[in-house]
């Protein structure tokens, strides 16, 4: 990467290309692809893809500047809005997702006391800034489900039947199997794991999903629900197989001995 951007420094240098400015009428079509780059910066941050951490702060702190300078840039821009409020409620939940002894914590083990409550505020007043500008787009309903769990006092309080109305609306603005499969999971808390299950069928065929390793997590606890306890294990094992991130590895591999000692 770092030999390609030389490259093209140099090729920019050599043609003697001037900056420019881009005019207002370009800046919609310029500005998602800039949204969906931060989104991916924070991503991988979030949840490191290898490697001994499950966190890069470096990547997350670089996106939410990003986010935050993009927004000073675009105030009246509700996609902006949204990406900003989607970051800042995501990464409130950063000092629970461990645990002291660098065991994976999972949503629902989460102490919600230890979230940014400042973060949450500000996120919440952005997605309702963003909400308020007309049909919600990709960034906005991402940033609307995010706000949800935020905004849930507990995981027994989170409204998944919300959350899978919103699916739904993200399904339309922004077909993706990465969504239907998070939409199969609120599923799975909305009307129980056999409906997950169901959910989930039909992403099996999806080429993108072929070696993602969620997939067969999400199948893994769906089965575990149901107490199909062979099958779960099969799935974990599969999962573990395309997982890299150590501490993400670390979590499965303690739930197939787990279910092995049931």
């Known amino acids: 990467m770092a030999a390609r951007i030389t490259r093209a420094k140099k090729k920019i240098a050599a043609a003697r290309i001037p900056y420019r400015v881009p005019p207002l009428a370009e800046l919609p079509d310029r500005t998602e692809s800039v949204l969906m780059v931060v989104h991916l910066l924070f991503s991988t941050g979030h949840t490191a893809p290898a490697g001994a951490d499950l966190v890069r702060r470096d990547l997350v702190e670089r996106a939410l500047d990003l ?3 993009l927004r000073s840039l675009l105030p009246g821009d509700p996609e902006v809005a ?4 989607h970051i800042l409620l995501t990464d409130a ?3 629970t997702r461990v645990s002291d002894e660098g065991r994976l914590l999972l949503l629902a083990d989460q102490d919600r006391r230890q979230w940014d409550r400042p973060e949450i505020e500000e996120g919440l007043h952005l997605v309702a800034e963003a909400i308020r500008k007309g049909r919600p787009r990709r ?4 940033a609307a489900i995010t706000a949800v769990h935020a905004d849930s006092p507990s995981w027994d309080a989170t409204d998944w039947e919300e959350l899978v109305g919103l699916y739904d609306l993200l399904l339309d603005a ?7 499969l998070n939409r199969a999971v609120a599923v799975g808390f909305a009307a129980g794991p056999a409906a997950g299950l169901a959910a989930l069928e039909p992403l099996e ?3 993108q999903l072929t070696t993602y390793g969620y997939l067969a997590s999400a199948r893994a606890d769906l089965l575990r629900r149901l107490g199909r306890i062979p099958e779960a294990l099969v799935s974990y094992q599969e999962a573990l197989a395309f997982t890299e991130n150590e501490v993400e590895r670390s979590f499965l591999a303690q739930r197939i001995t787990d279910l092995k000692r049931q």
């Open 93 to 95: 939940r950063r000092r």
């Open 205 to 207: 065929s999806e080429p």
């Open 67 to 69: 986010a935050r300078m």
């Open 174 to 180: 922004w077909p993706s199997p990465v969504v239907a």
């Open 82 to 85: 949204s990406l900003l409020a």
């Open 139 to 142: 960034f906005a309903l991402m």
